[in-house]
């Protein structure tokens, strides 16, 4: 295609000098020069997110995508350094409250690590159970997302009904609709009861019901194929580059899941299927979620078959089969040894990593490291915008279901 | 497992088709599970953990609540004795507080939509805690959601959900402070200072704390304070 | 001079009096009114009466104003708004505007919405070009408003043409450039690419949609709607199937509808040429796109379904046909108004090349099926 070019001086307007964009002058003067153009999307923009990028765009065609997270940066972190090991439970669900089983697991399993706790099988599968349903959800939040983006408002409204299925089941476990601070070291707050377990049985083939009508309407809609088909490809070999996690990484072709790589909870107990795609682009990485959905499904219907009885408290933390009553006795006083404790988690959207290190005299922890997949997949995230159509942002934005405050922690 | 997806021109036209026809279809008989809040009202669990209410009789000022909460929501304030008073502004519901209570003063209520008119107001003390909040029901109905392997709808009941329930009892253990190594105490005295029943003296002669097993509630405070660890919490039948 | 203005006066009611609408339902109602008005001792209060009376079925002024012109339109805003809201929420498994009044169902909740707009300040930002800014919403209505009086509802017709077609089909094309230039006069980046956005998707949309149209002409041999209702004992929707779907398929692209709703991007551009307006201006632009669909809807009716052909009842008079085309276009806009909650949006890219490439081609095969049938004289 032969390129037309109207040779009319640009100057760099005035207000990319006052936005304190973390780009040198030079940069902008030359964009400019090249015959291109500096967009500024987000922090307000309605389908950006808390984050802004600059898009170099020439024409239509995105040349290089900046990021500028941290607008929703919470420093957790630091905070977590002022707590009780147990106060922080609450604070590293923050990130995504609709993922906070799997933030929570994470954490109280470095604890756990560290103080070499030994968790009773069913509190393994309540754990289990707990963080499958938030997966799920946290999938269907991704998808409701992404539909908005492509201007589809049905398949915006249908996961969001679906997730209150379960957003129930988690209330009935927990008593909260999400960031339940359910799990904690030792094992689980309480015990759930079978009719709570059967209910939340029978709920799964409720959303399996509803999903077949989200199928129809949006996953198999040929508009939104179109839209995300060849749309932000990653290659394998990019993918692996680039340090894409979770899902994302599946959809590039890479069989790696940290439930299978190095199994926690009761997820080697069970049998589930890693779900892999080759394509890499945009409908793959929203395919392999969907599926995904189907997987966890199975999972929980299996963990509710074979969960055995017993208690879900280590004896270690309490002798009784509740904590309620003596939550401050057992767990205000932890003190982790000195060392180092690090965990990886598969979180929704990816490996999440928890590092703890403990002086070995302090109640809270000296430093908590916390990696979240969102930071992990931004770069591959960015690299996969190069080339698209400006209209495609949101698209790939969609399907890679970014979601700021958990990146930002 | 492999997922993958490929269409042909006719596939795509069966898409289409599907599409009408699941639109057509949830236009003429929708999958709706709507609940009309204010008119209806959900039924929730009995472990739900909503608005905290505080009974004075059984509290016995060991500040657990306020030491275990992590956003800092829970301020001690002397009346009778010293009470809990749960800023909403700060609260985030992770009911710790509830579950350290060791004689089940604080317990939950299902009552989760209050609306406050200042952000002064949301600082409720003690004495405002001892009562549920007062609701304006508009309800006249409770929702439960069904689930079955056909699907999913709403059951609707003519009755109304009594809110604050009390709904679980802790079983009360009877706890007492004692000290378990008298060699080691420095004598500072900071436990007679700090306790709120007069339940520990210092017998100046036989140079030892005396603990009055029947004015000590178990409350800890001495146990947390201790600068020597010398003192225990051990429970009595 | 009295009796030169009275001469006047009767002379224009004798003009009103050759073109009155018949409707028998309304016969002994007039007679009634007149009845009453004749007892009233008030010099001329009777004639008055009667003048207003003939101004109002006055045919002419009747197509224009009450049905299926400015009445029926306004009515019909209110009531698609309303529709769309409540029927796309229905399939997304919701319950829609109900608290406005609940007994209706919310059924003025559009009505709630308009009134807020007219009382809401409408802002003129700096860097916009205020007159042409404050102007285009209301020059807007000329292209939009226009076609009414030239299209006919039986005997109730503004202005009788027989192109009224090809008429109809020249102000629909004007639409897109006030678009063009509200997105000009609002100088924002949003409002710039939407604008070119609409120029591009007039480029896509327009040459099927109006070789779908020609092909239709063609069948019928004219361009008159007269001739063209009265030939429609079989409705052209079966006669010429393609150039029914290049129409429809068309006319979701001119009014910016779901899936190609590009030019108005909420996600991409924050609905594009008009992001900067607010208040009654806002208002004025977001009905700019429904009034366009019903003057195309009413097109359509008129092409593929047949016009006011319908059942005759005898007790309404001329009202029939006013009152079919009516019925007709809203139940079209009815089913054209699902569409919005069952597709995602196109890419810009994506939707012209539908437009160029079997768009297109329909609308050329739609063409040779018109040519052919109208030259057979099948009809």
């Keep these: 295609m032969k390129e037309i070019a109207i040779d009319v001086p640009v100057e760099p307007p005035k207000e990319l000098e006052s936005l304190f964009l973390p780009i040198p002058k030079e940069y902008v003067e030359e964009v400019y020069r090249n015959d291109e153009f500096l967009i500024l999307v987000g922090p307000q923009h309605p389908g950006s997110g808390h984050m802004r990028l600059i898009v170099r765009v020439k024409g239509d065609v995105i040349q290089e995508v900046i990021p500028d997270p941290g607008y929703v940066h919470r420093a957790i972190e630091k905070i977590a350094e002022t707590r009780l090991y147990v106060q922080n439970i609450p604070l590293v669900e923050r990130p995504a409250i609709m993922d906070s089983a799997n933030l929570n697991l994470g954490y109280v399993r470095a604890i756990e690590d560290g103080m070499d706790l030994e968790v009773p099988e069913r509190a393994k599968y309540l754990r289990t159970i707990l963080a499958e349903l938030c997966r799920i959800g946290t999938h269907l939040y991704d998808a409701a997302i992404l539909s908005v983006f492509l201007g589809h408002t049905t398949g915006f409204m249908y996961p969001f009904g679906i997730r209150e299925l379960i957003c129930e089941s988690l209330v009935k476990m927990t008593g909260a609709r999400f960031t339940s601070s359910f799990i904690i070291p030792g094992g689980v707050r309480r015990d759930v009861s079978k009719e709570i377990l059967d209910w939340i049985y029978s709920a799964t083939f409720a959303i399996e019901k509803r999903l077949r009508s989200f199928e129809r309407l949006f996953i198999k809609n040929p508009t939104v194929v179109a839209r995300l088909k060849d749309v932000g490809v990653l290659s394998k070999k990019e993918a692996i580059e680039f340090g894409v996690v979770g899902p994302f990484l599946r959809a590039s072709g890479v069989e790696y899941d940290v439930r299978k790589v190095e199994p926690y909870e009761a997820y080697d107990k069970v049998d589930w299927d890693i779900v892999v795609a080759d394509d890499g682009d945009s409908y793959s990485r929203f395919l392999v979620r969907v599926n995904e959905v189907a997987q966890s499904l199975k999972i929980i219907r299996q963990c509710i078959a074979e969960i055995p009885g017993g208690k879900v408290i280590s004896d270690q933390i309490c002798e009784g089969n509740d904590i309620r009553g003596e939550f401050f006795e057992k767990l205000a006083g932890i003190v982790l040894p000195a060392g180092e404790f690090t965990t990886l988690t598969e979180a929704a959207r990816g490996s999440v990593i928890y590092t703890i290190v403990s002086d070995g005299e302090s109640n809270v922890p000296y430093r908590l490291r916390v990696v979240t997949p969102g930071w992990l997949y931004l770069r591959g995230f960015m690299e996969s915008l190069k080339g698209e159509r400006l209209a495609d942002l949101q698209a790939i934005y969609g399907s890679f279901g970014y979601f700021p405050p958990e990146a930002d922690r | ?237 | 001079m009295i009796e030169v203005l009275i001469d006047l006066i009767r002379y224009f009611l004798s003009i009103l009096k050759s073109n009155q609408l018949d409707i028998p339902l309304i016969k002994p109602i007039i007679a009634l009114i007149m009845k009453i008005v004749a007892q009233i001792p008030i010099p001329y209060l009777s004639n008055l009466v009667d003048l207003i009376l003939a101004v109002i079925l006055w045919r002419p002024l009747f197509a224009v104003v009450v049905m299926p012109g400015l009445t029926v339109l306004m009515i019909y805003l209110l009531y698609i708004v309303w529709f769309e809201r409540k029927l796309t929420a229905r399939i997304q498994w919701r319950v829609g505007p109900l608290e406005v009044y609940r007994p209706l169902r919310g059924a003025i909740q559009a009505l709630a919405d308009g009134i807020r707009y007219l009382f809401q300040e409408a802002i003129v930002h700096k860097d916009a070009h205020r007159p042409y800014f404050v102007q285009l919403p209301i020059l807007a209505f000329i292209p939009v408003l226009l076609p009414i009086a030239f299209i006919p509802a039986g005997n109730v017709v503004g202005i009788k043409s027989p192109y009224a077609v090809q008429l109809t089909i020249a102000f629909i094309s004007l639409i897109p450039i006030t678009v063009i230039a509200i997105g000009w006069a609002s100088n924002s980046r949003f409002a710039f690419i939407g604008s070119v956005r609409e120029a591009l998707m007039y480029v896509a949309y327009e040459i099927p949609f109006i070789v779908a149209a020609i092909s239709m002409i063609f069948l019928y041999k004219s361009g008159d709607p007269y001739i063209i209702v009265e030939n429609q004992w079989i409705p052209g929707a079966i006669l010429n199937p393609l150039a029914f779907l290049v129409f429809l398929i068309a006319m979701l692209m001119a009014t910016s509808r779901l899936p190609f709703e590009i030019p108005e991007a909420d996600q991409e551009i924050a609905f594009g040429p008009f992001v900067e307006y607010s208040g009654i201006l806002f208002g004025l632009v977001m009905v700019l796109a429904y009034e366009k669909l019903y003057v195309m809807a009413l097109l359509f009716t008129i092409l593929f379904l047949g016009g006011w052909n319908g059942i005759y009842i005898s007790l309404l008079g001329d009202l029939n046909a006013p009152i079919w085309l009516t019925i007709k276009t809203i139940v079209v806009i009815s089913i054209i108004a699902m569409v919005r909650s069952m597709y995602a949006r196109y890419r810009i890219d994506q939707a012209i090349r539908i437009g160029f490439s079997w768009l297109l081609a329909f609308s050329m095969v739609a063409l040779a099926i018109g040519v052919v049938i109208g030259y057979e004289g099948g009809i």
């Design chain 2, 1 to 237: 497992m492999k997922v993958e997806f490929k269409a042909r021109r006719l596939d795509l036209l069966r898409m289409h088709l599907d599409v009408i026809r699941e639109a057509f279809k949830q236009a003429v008989a929708p999958d709706r599970v709507t609940v009309e809040y204010p008119r209806e009202r959900k039924k929730y669990p009995a472990n739900f953990r909503g608005i905290i209410v505080f009974d004075k009789d059984k509290c016995i000022s060991c500040f657990r609540c306020a030491h275990i909460c992590p956003a800092n929501a829970i301020q001690m304030t002397f009346y009778e004795k010293a009470w809990p008073g749960i800023d909403y502004t700060k609260c985030i519901f992770c009911h710790f507080c509830v579950d350290s209570c060791p004689t089940g003063a604080l317990r939950s209520t299902k009552i989760h939509d209050i609306a406050f008119a200042t952000m002064g107001e949301m600082k409720l003390n003690a004495v405002q805690m001892l009562k549920a909040p007062e609701l304006t029901r508009e309800d006249s109905f409770t929702v439960e959601y069904v689930v079955d392997p056909q699907g999913w709808r709403l059951e609707k009941k003519a009755e109304i959900d009594e809110l604050a329930l009390e709904q679980f009892i802790i079983p009360e253990k009877r706890r007492v402070s004692v000290c378990v190594d008298p060699e080691s105490c420095l004598g500072c005295r900071l436990c007679v200072e700090l306790c709120p029943n007069d339940a520990i003296s210092v017998d100046r002669k036989a140079n030892k704390l005396n603990i009055l097993p029947e004015k000590c509630t178990g409350c800890g405070i001495c146990v947390r304070n201790c600068p020597m660890k010398v003192l225990e919490l051990k429970e009595v039948k």
